[in-house]
């Protein structure tokens, strides 16, 4: 009797278990995702990082250096002002990260992301992005979070193509500038959204309201069919942000806060 072949088991660089639809997560240290929920295979979201000029960058003993033009900006950060820079990241301004993504082909549907940065400017700057999932020219279906027009507040949107879009938005004007966030997105199957903030993983401190729900709920496709996953802009023109990466990740079904942190 021949034993059924059994699927690998999907993990990360580091030997963890993969659930999740979308991750990247900056301690990796390698600028492309994993997925692994494609019958829990881990395959690859492929990235793609622009850049028109030289930047700043800054290495773990503290030193200033120079990064050329689409060299990405890996960052050891000293969170807790102890003098040890104790959390990678990947910094983002003038940078474009975008990622060939399974979540981006697959069919719209309940989900929730974890975005997990230290606020460098991007809520400050009215419209500027933070996340987003959609076409290059923001037609079709797409999903993001940026900084409301007023440049005070983050801001969950989500447009099916066919009804106006919906949103929420949070109340606070947090996270203050270098402090650690984690916005939890959450969109639900009938196509509301709503948004939420920790600053410690551990508790939400702000939620948004649940938006509105639009007539016709969830599209069949994100942008058309010609979707990506994308950080700092909204679209492929969208206004750039300013912020220190540190995880992106995507969850089937509408999630809590304890949950998107406790599974990979």
């Not at 034993?3 to 993969?18: K, S, T, W, Y």
């Not at 220190?244 to 806060?257: C, F, H, S, W, Y």
Request: aromatic share 6%; glycine share 8%; hydrophobic share 45%.
């Amino acid at each position: 009797m021949t034993a059924p072949m059994l699927a690998p088991i999907a993990r990360d660089p580091n030997g963890v278990v993969i659930r999740s639809s979308f991750l990247f997560e900056a301690r990796w240290g390698i600028l492309d995702a994993l997925s692994g929920y494609v019958q829990n295979v881990a395959t690859t979201d492929l990235a793609t990082l622009t850049r028109a000029s030289t930047a700043t960058c800054v290495d773990v003993n503290g030193t200033s250096g120079t990064c050329v033009n689409y060299q990405e900006r890996w960052e050891q950060l000293d969170l807790d002002a102890d003098g040890v820079r104790e959390r990678a990241s990947l910094l983002l301004s003038t940078d474009d990260l975008a990622w060939a993504a399974n979540i981006a082909a697959a069919a719209p549907a309940a989900q929730t992301w974890r975005i997990q940065f230290v606020e460098r400017g991007t809520r400050t700057t009215a419209n500027a992005g933070l996340f987003y999932l959609g076409k290059d020219d923001t037609s079709g279906a797409r999903l993001w979070v940026a900084a409301n027009s007023a440049g005070t507040n983050y801001q969950l949107f989500h447009n099916n193509a066919f009804d106006a879009t919906v949103s929420s938005v949070l109340a606070t004007a947090t996270p203050a500038t270098n402090a650690e966030a984690w916005l939890i997105a959450q969109l639900y199957a009938n196509g509301s959204v709503q948004l939420h903030l920790s600053l410690d993983g551990l508790t939400v401190v702000s939620s948004a309201s649940v938006s509105s729900t639009p007539a016709a709920g969830l599209n069949a496709q994100w942008g058309g069919g010609a979707a990506k996953v994308r950080v700092n802009r909204v679209g492929s023109a969208g206004t750039q942000g300013s912020t220190a990466l540190l995880v992106l990740q995507a969850l089937p079904g509408v999630q809590t806060l304890a949950t998107m942190v406790t599974t990979r």
